[in-house]
Each structure stands twice: as structure tokens, then as C-alpha cells.
T-cell receptor, first 114, second 118 residues
């Protein structure tokens, strides 16, 4: 079956530090890959996505590249801010099958200190 | 203005009760979902619903049942609540026209309903 593995948190960084959150996946074919972010007390919102190999998704300074050869979709940001503190979820949507359900990773709590 | 709304935001109830959580989306989407998020933030799909076609995650107890009065609503009804049902429940919607389309469309999530069973 499909699965997503994320690096475990929590992750604590100082403001302006470099961020990497690792994500690897298991799926057949070419799934679509997503990063969602959940701010405290809120629902999830899409941060970025990539739908085919070598695509780079980017938004708000965050980037992730769809690497088919390593089945990875690592999230990076060059300089984090306090406002980036949230839980980050990597997810995939399969390219085949009877339903386009998202499979989520376990989430990574990020705290950015001033 | 809210794209996906849920009511109530908080729900505290006794074991054995029956309760419902309502979800509405004003995005004109064709597909809606219910997720459960446990205390460790792990998210699991419960149901996917498109044009009266329902996909049920096999791990969901049959005490849980989604009900869709129209395309914009997918309510979650829970019978005989148990302690283990305590969690945050999220509704979501997407533009997917059917369960056989690309799966590339993002899902829009509601703010969540925190259910506490005592």
C-alpha cells in the first residue's frame, strides 16, 4: 500500500536558520506529492505540491522537489521565521486506484524561536 | 466567506451518546472527505464522497456514518460514542470530479471539530 514517512519532530530552530524536513514515500506509479501546514488551532492548508518527477513546488519561501529516484519530497526553507511555527505534513495522492485519497505522514512540529 | 466550515468547533459528550458534526463547503467542489486526527497529530482518512459514491476506510467502525443531503454538505454521524473516539475531526473538499481523476487537486480543510468523550 501507499505510505509516507516523515522525519520525527519536534524540530526547534532559531529565526533565520535553514530548515529541512525529510519526507520519503512508497507508492506505485507516479503519485502527486503535497506539503500541508497546520497552524495552531486551525485546519490544514496546502503549502506546495508537485505532480510529476523533477517538479519543484514552492510557496512562501518553502521548496520541495519531487525525486522519483529516491522517492523523496524533502521540504526546505532558507531562513525560517517565528510565524513558520506549525505542524508540517507530507502527503501523497495515488495516480491510480479507485479513490484519490491523501495518505499523510505523521507530521513534524516546527518551533522557531526569536 | 469561509470555504469549508464545520460545526460545532468543540463537542463534549458522554459515552454512549449519538452526535453529529456538520460540514459545508461553498467552493462548488464535487468531492468531500472526513479525516480523524489523534492526539499525536496523526491524520487518517475516514470517508471520501463523490456524487453519491462513498469510499469507506476499512478501519472505520460502522458506528460512524457520513450523510450528504446535497453536494455542498457532508455531515458525520456517530452512534454510541466511545472514549477512543475523542479526537479532532476534519472535513475537506476538492475539485476532483470523480474517484478516477488525477488526484492532483489540493484539498481544502475545515477548521476541525474537537470531540471529547467522557
Amino acid at each position: 500500500g501507499n505510505s509516507v514517512t516523515q522525519m520525527e519532530g519536534p524540530v526547534t530552530l532559531s529565526e533565520e536558520a535553514f530548515l529541512t524536513i525529510n519526507c520519503t514515500y512508497t507508492a506505485t506509479g507516479y503519485p502527486s506529492l503535497f506539503w500541508y501546514v497546520q497552524y495552531p488551532g486551525e485546519g490544514l492548508q496546502l503549502l506546495l505540491k508537485a505532480t510529476k518527477a523533477d517538479d519543484k513546488g514552492s510557496n512562501k519561501g518553502f521548496e520541495a522537489t519531487y525525486r522519483k529516484e529516491t522517492t523523496s519530497f524533502h521540504l526546505e526553507k532558507g531562513s525560517v521565521q517565528v510565524s513558520d511555527s506549525a505542524v508540517y505534513f507530507c502527503a501523497l495522492s495515488p495516480s491510480s486506484g479507485s479513490a484519490r485519497q491523501l495518505t499523510f505522514g505523521s507530521g513534524t512540529q516546527l518551533t522557531v524561536l526569536p | 466567506d469561509t470555504a469549508v466550515s464545520q460545526t460545532p468547533k468543540y463537542l463534549v459528550t458522554q459515552m454512549g451518546n449519538d452526535k453529529s458534526i456538520k460540514c459545508e463547503q461553498n467552493l462548488g467542489h464535487d468531492t468531500m472527505y472526513w479525516y480523524k486526527q489523534d492526539s499525536k497529530k496523526f491524520l487518517k482518512i475516514m470517508f471520501s464522497y463523490n456524487n453519491k459514491e462513498l469510499i469507506i476506510n476499512e478501519t472505520v467502525p460502522n458506528r460512524f456514518s457520513p450523510k450528504s443531503p446535497d453536494k455542498a454538505h457532508l455531515n458525520l454521524h456517530i452512534n454510541s460514542l466511545e472514549l477512543g473516539d475523542s479526537a479532532v475531526y476534519f472535513c475537506a473538499s476538492s475539485q476532483e470530479k470523480s474517484f478516477r481523476t488525477s488526484g492532483r487537486n489540493e484539498q481544502f480543510f475545515g477548521p476541525g471539530t474537537r470531540l471529547t468523550v467522557l
